[in-house]
Structure formats: C-alpha cells, structure tokens
C-alpha cells in the first residue's frame, strides 16, 4: 500500500557523540530521532521518514507528502532580532543550547514549503519554528509553566480551544497535556493564529489561516493516546 511520506526532522550529532563508537568515526556524522514521532505517523497510516540534516530543503520538501517538525532544543533567538537572555546564566537553561545547523534545515524547509499546499505539524520546537519562521517571536525563558519533574505521560495543564478552530474539531474544547518546554509563542507571526491557550495565557497551539500548517506546544507523540492521537490522522489525512 501507497502511505503519504512524512518527512520527520531531527539533530545532528557526531560519532564522538554516540557511546561505544570507535574513534575513527569520532568525526562521522549521525543524526538522531525520537521514534514516537515515526509511531505516531505509522498509526495514522503514513509512512515516516527520517531527514538528514543536511539534505536540500526543496528536494526533501519535493518528496514528501508532508512535514513533522518535532521537539528540541532552543531556536537561536537572533532569528527574531533578540539577544539570548538567559543563556549561560544557569545550568537549568543550558540545557537547550542553540543548534544553527538545525534552525538552518528547519527553516529552509519551511521556506521550501512557501505557498504550497504541504501539510506541516510542528511540535513542540517545531510550534515555536512555525511561529518564528512565520517573523514572530518567543518568550525565551518561562520556567514557572515546565514540568521536567513529571514523567512524559503526565497531563500537567489543561488547554482550551478556540471554538471554530481546527484543533477544536480535533480535540473538542479543551484537553490535558503534557509540558516539556521552558520557552513559548510571544508575538503572533504572520498568517498564524492562536487557537489554543493554556490557563496562565500560553499559546500552546496555532493554525495557519491559508495553509495547512498546524501545531502544538506539548508533545502528542509521548502520550498513551499517541496510537489514536487526532493531530497525526490530520497531517497524514492532508498529505494524501
Ligand atoms: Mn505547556
């Protein structure tokens, strides 16, 4: 069977990185993915696959038949005209470090997609990508909203929905979610809107008005509904 090929970004890492490599591979390169994301595509009925970092952005976005950004570490925040505010300053947020080759792919493959009708779903990292791609930007550091103490199956706030909404007909009016993000949406980029809030006003989901872009600030992929999670059925439904 013919599935919809979606492209599933990840980091790149270096033999060196890997234990138990040999040192000849030291400078090898290897990047790595979070598997729930392929699961998650594979139960919708699409077919996952895994990126190369450094492939061409408008050859891999002419393959595919849709697009996952997923989690990961902090967008360097020169991508919206600001200086790192907390970076450095304690060991907590030095735990995202800034990763250029990957907001360089990221973008690039949101720059590929354009105006095309590609369906994109970006999580976690990739809502905050969206949003920054589209010229908005973020918050870079609101610990009091993390839950890195919880295990990831753990709903630690409730979202709502804006009624209307393409989440809200996914999702109904509210959900409970998991959070592992320490940053989140400030001002709105362009095209995009705000269709989910969590209760201390974060913007834990938006949608493109135009385009079939989506995405969420928790992480769908780590939850035990993963298997019959709504937000891979639309992307792999768009991408057929
Ligand atoms: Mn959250």
């Avoid at 970004?9 to 598997?35: E, I, P, Y």
């Avoid at 393959?63 to 570490?73: E, F, K, P, V, Y």
């Avoid at 020169?78 to 080759?101: I, R």
């Avoid at 705000?194 to 969420?216: C, F, M, N, Q, R």
């Amino acid at each position: 069977m013919k599935r919809p090929l979606i492209g599933i970004t990840g980091k790149r890492r270096f033999g060196r990185d890997l234990a138990g490599n040999w040192s000849s591979m030291s400078d090898s390169s290897a990047d790595v993915f979070w598997v729930m994301y392929a699961e998650g595509i594979l139960s919708a009925g699409g077919f996952p696959v895994f990126l190369p970092i450094d492939v061409d952005p408008v050859d891999a976005v002419d393959n595919l038949d849709g697009l996952l950004l997923t989690g990961g570490t902090d967008i360097d925040p020169k991508h919206y005209g600001e200086e790192p505010e907390h970076y450095g300053k304690t060991s907590a947020t030095d735990l995202f470090p800034y990763e250029p080759m990957r907001d360089e792919f990221e973008f690039g493959l949101l720059d590929a997609v354009g105006e095309t009708s590609l369906p994109v779903l970006g999580i976690c990292r990739g809502h905050q990508v969206i949003n920054v791609h589209a010229g908005g930007s973020l918050n870079q550091h609101v610990p009091e909203h993390a839950a890195f103490d919880q295990t990831i199956t753990t709903r630690s706030h409730e979202v709502f929905f804006e009624s209307g909404s393409e989440l809200s007909r996914l999702y109904g009016s509210k959900s409970e979610v998991n959070s592992f993000h320490h940053q989140t949406v400030n001002r709105l980029g362009e095209g995009l809107e705000a269709t989910a809030y969590a209760k201390d006003g974060a913007i834990e989901g938006l949608e493109h008005t135009d385009l079939p872009i989506l995405s969420v600030q928790w992480h769908p992929e780590m939850l035990p509904t993963r298997p019959t999670d709504p937000i891979f059925s639309w992307l792999v439904r768009n991408a057929g």
